[in-house]
T-cell receptor
């Protein structure tokens, strides 16, 4: 079945690293994604990882995938106030045709 | 690249009227578009998958006669909420399937308020 879970809330200080976690249940996922949603806006694709990869780094973002434990994480280095948003992980099966979204994690960055 | 627009961004209408929301892929062609609904502080709920030139595929529990979807071209899909009621008030987001990577690119959303 498809079920993607995230913790609801994370608070960090500006300049610290943020780690947002996600667990999924469908082992046949081909791609896993991280999206960012700012208030009143649509979703912005941040990064993605193919299921045969363990790690992907893109500037301040690092994605780790533990396929054995079905665990995905997003690390944001040097978190800034502009990073405050809701972050959704999502998985696709069979190549992007349909996404299953996590519950979303609200990241709050404090000064 | 991979920009998706929605129009209008915000609409307020009276109960019983119909509202049309447009979703356009601006710099790429999308044979597949998706329509989602999002309630406050919740995740996205997929309503339907829209394929160019064919009938949309609706998710379980979504009334196809109430939420009419038309995907007449490779860059435009429309969602019409017919005979809208206050319970239809929500944030509607569309996405278009891109190929590099094979994922969905989202529009900015439309806030519908039915009085």
């Amino acid at each position: 079945g498809e079920d993607v879970e995230q913790s609801l809330f994370l608070s960090v200080r500006e300049g610290d690293s943020s780690v947002i976690n996600c667990t999924y249940t469908d082992s046949s996922s081909t791609y896993l994604y991280w999206y960012k949603q700012e208030p009143g806006a649509g979703l912005q694709l941040l990064t993605y990882i193919f299921s045969n990869m363990d790690m992907k780094q893109d500037q301040r973002l690092t994605v780790l995938l533990n396929k054995k434990d079905k665990h995905l994480s997003l690390r944001i280095a040097d978190t800034q106030t502009g990073d405050s948003a809701i972050y959704f992980c999502a998985e696709s099966i069979g190549g992007g045709n349909k996404l299953t979204f996590g519950t979303g994690t609200q990241l709050k960055v404090e000064l | 690249g991979a920009v998706v627009s929605q129009h209008p961004s915000r609409v307020i209408c009276k109960s019983g009227t119909s509202v049309k929301i447009e979703c356009r892929s601006l710099d790429f062609q999308a044979t597949t578009m998706f329509w989602y609904r999002q309630f406050p502080k919740q995740s996205l709920m997929l309503m339907a998958t829209s394929n160019e030139g064919s009938k949309a595929t609706y998710e379980q529990g979504v009334e196809k006669d109430k939420f009419l979807i038309n995907h007449a071209s490779l860059t435009l899909s429309t969602l019409t909420v017919t005979s809208a009621h206050p319970e239809d008030s929500s944030f509607y987001i569309c996405s278009a399937r891109g190929t590099t990577p094979d994922t969905q690119y989202f529009g900015p959303g439309t806030r519908l308020t039915v009085l």
